[in-house]
């Protein structure tokens, strides 16, 4: 599976994982919701389990993705953006839905 990344979201994703909260856990992608042909999703501390796939962004931040949701999953962008407010937006583009 795939997983684009942008730089700020590379810093802020770096940062999260050195933080003690992380407790050396991976950050994971999940769908909070479904609709249909799209999805909304966040980011969440988590451990793997057997249906995970570890994968590598291209800015060399790993990420854990759940196989069974790989429709959704394959292909996200996560970027993270300071204005006009700190957070981060995950889409993918495939599924051609934005979402914040």
Do not use: C
């Not at 856990?25 to 501390?45: C, D, P, S, W």
């Not at 389990?49 to 994968?55: Q, R, Y």
């Not at 962008?77 to 300071?82: A, D, G, K, L």
Request: charged share 30%; no cysteine; aromatic share 8%.
């Amino acid at each position: 599976m795939n997983v684009k990344i942008n730089r700020n979201a590379a810093k802020v994703m770096q940062k999260m994982l050195e933080s003690d909260e992380s407790e050396g856990k991976m950050l994971r992608v999940i769908i909070t919701e479904h609709h249909g042909n799209h999805a909304h999703y966040a980011l969440q501390f988590d451990n793997p389990t057997e249906h995970d796939e570890i994968v590598k962004t291209d800015k060399g931040v790993e990420v854990l993705l759940d196989t069974r949701d790989a429709e959704f999953l394959d292909g996200i962008w996560i970027q993270f953006f300071y204005v006009p407010e700190e957070q981060f937006v995950i889409t993918n583009p495939k599924k051609g839905h934005h979402h914040h």
